[in-house]
Each structure stands twice: as structure tokens, then as C-alpha cells.
């Protein structure tokens, strides 16, 4: 399988200053090796065409998520802004992939299960730069629309107050000082948060704030067994005298909505401007390396702004 050699430049306009651009700064991040030992295997072109380098795909993706491109948009441009080019590794003056090589790359990372693999192992490196000492965990669900009503994997959902979602949910445990994303799991959109929950769980989770949906044992005793203590919005508790109960309920819930609330900003970025409102993909696996593509965008950028204050 042969693949091209990207990045040569050739003669050009000399004295021409490259504008600086916040991407330069994202390369140098992480050690992508390796993230293109993972890729290796992954051929994105067609029978007897040299193929672009994996690597320079996976970060033509990570683009499309910042800056919530198709993939026509993405192509369009990757061919026209120096920016994009030098984040990717493509010189000035060399081709770029077409449309048809994200969809097979795409195809070829689901196919090979390496989404998740790829946001453990960008998800590791950028904890050990920011993260010193574990404090708590926030854990959280959102739902996000199906791609199409007629994705057999997705599934109804409705609650108290709003329209019914045909969709997805995905599962999150995050940093509670950091708000990195550290453990994702994604299910259809009618599974219970508190059933699912165990999965987001970390390893050494420390504090685990959540709300009211994960109440029960199953949730509870997940917590326990990776030595963290459960933080759980109460709904109600015993007393004798109701006022004094109700400042009670009051002094242990505010804390917790107080540190619970910053998973909503993660949401709300992935919502808002990383194009996660709506799947683009039918299927369950699809679904979950969009989320996991998201959450490694995310990550990148929370862990650049960390850096630089």
C-alpha cells in the first residue's frame, strides 16, 4: 500500500511571513506518534491510488469538529487555507483529499474500532499536563438527535416538559477542576443514566458529583468499587421538623449543583460549536466515533487554554 510523502515545500515567493494561527500551537501539543502508531493499519484510498497519511486525515477531522465543517466544506477548505495545510501537513502547493477520502476514513476508523482507542490515548497524554492531584469527578448524560428516524439504533426519548428526541446518549465523566472528558459511553437515547453511569466512571474517580437520575444502588456501588465517594443530588429526606429538613436537603444539594453545573459547559461546547447537536452518521458505532472525535477536539483545545493561563 503505497502512501504519499506530504509536507515538501517547494520554490516560492520569498520574504512572505506565515501568519501565526492558533493550530501551530495544537501541533505541538501532544506527541502524535503515537496517535499515527494507531492509525497505521488504515489505507483511505482506493485500489491502486497513493493514499494521504492517516495522520494528516485524523487531523483533517479534528478540523471539521472545530470548525463544524461537512465534508465538501472540509475539503474546500483544506485546498484553500494555509492554516488548515500546515496543521495537516500538506506543503503549499501539494493536492489535498477530496470529499470520498473522509467518508472512507471515516469508515475505516469505525470499522477498526480505533475511536475510542484514539480518545484514550490523546486522552492520556493531555491529563498529564494538566491534571496533578484527582479531586472529583463530574458525571453527566446528554442526548443528542438521531441522524435520521430511521436509524435502527437510536431510540425515542421524552421527558416532563419537552418535545420527544429520536437519538442517541452519551455518557461522560469529566475532570471536575480540569473539565477534561476522561470516559464516554454511548447508548440509545431511552437507556436510564443511572444504569449507564458506571460506565463514564474513571478510574480513581475521588468525589463523583451528579444529579438526581443517578440515585440507586447500582450507580452507588459502581463509586464505591473505584474507591471514589458518591456525591448525589438528594431528592428528599427524613425529618421531623420540615424546616430544619429542608435546609438540610438545601446545605447538601447546592454544593453539588455548584460543582455539577461546569459538565453543562462541556455540552454546550459540543452543541454550540462543535456541530454535536445532531448525529451525522446512522448507527450505533458511527454515533459513538463522532462523540469520541468530538470529545478528542475538545479535549485539545480545553488543554491549550489550560496551558496558556
Not at 44 to 61: D, I, N, Y
Not at 154 to 174: D, L, N
Not at 217 to 236: E, M, Q, W
Not at 252 to 274: A, D, L, M, S
Request: net charge positive; with cysteine.
Amino acid at each position: 500500500m503505497a502512501r504519499r510523502s506530504i509536507g515538501q515545500e517547494q520554490f516560492g515567493f520569498a520574504g512572505r511571513e506565515r501568519a501565526v494561527s492558533s493550530l501551530d500551537a495544537l501541533v505541538s501539543l501532544i506527541d502524535w506518534n503515537q496517535v499515527a502508531e494507531l492509525l497505521d493499519p488504515l489505507y483511505p484510498a482506493t485500489k491502486g491510488e497513493p493514499a494521504s497519511p492517516p495522520l494528516a486525515m485524523f487531523r483533517a477531522l479534528l478540523l471539521s469538529i472545530w470548525y463544524d465543517l461537512s465534508d465538501v466544506k472540509l475539503a474546500e477548505a483544506l485546498d484553500d487555507r494555509a492554516s488548515f495545510r500546515r496543521f495537516c501537513g500538506f506543503s503549499a502547493n501539494e493536492a489535498t483529499p477530496e470529499r470520498t477520502a473522509f467518508v472512507r476514513f471515516r469508515k475505516l476508523l469505525v470499522a477498526h474500532q480505533l475511536d475510542r482507542a484514539l480518545f484514550e490515548a490523546v486522552t492520556m497524554q493531555l491529563k498529564s499536563k494538566v491534571v496533578t492531584v484527582k479531586t472529583g469527578t463530574l458525571v453527566d448524560a446528554t442526548i443528542i438527535a438521531s441522524a435520521s428516524e430511521e436509524d435502527d439504533d437510536a431510540r425515542w426519548v421524552k421527558y416532563k416538559g419537552k418535545r420527544a428526541v429520536h437519538g442517541f446518549k452519551a455518557h461522560v465523566g469529566a475532570d471536575a477542576d480540569t473539565a477534561l472528558v476522561e470516559q464516554i459511553s454511548i447508548t440509545s437515547a431511552n437507556i436510564n443514566d443511572g444504569k449507564a453511569g458506571p460506565e463514564a466512571l474513571p478510574e480513581n474517580p475521588s468525589e463523583v458529583f451528579a444529579d438526581s437520575a443517578y440515585r440507586g444502588n447500582h450507580f452507588r456501588d459502581a463509586v464505591l468499587a473505584k474507591g471514589g465517594v458518591p456525591r448525589i443530588v438528594a431528592t428528599g429526606m427524613w425529618g421531623r421538623d420540615e424546616a430544619e429538613t429542608l435546609r438540610k436537603l438545601h446545605a447538601w444539594n447546592q454544593p453539588i449543583h455548584r460543582v455539577r453545573g461546569r459538565i453543562e459547559k462541556i455540552f454546550g461546547t459540543w452543541k454550540r460549536c462543535y456541530g454535536l447537536r445532531q448525529m451525522r452518521w446512522r448507527g450505533l458505532p458511527k454515533a459513538a466515533a463522532q462523540v469520541h472525535l468530538t470529545a478528542i477536539a475538545y479535549n485539545l483545545k480545553r488543554t491549550m487554554n489550560i496551558l496558556a493561563v
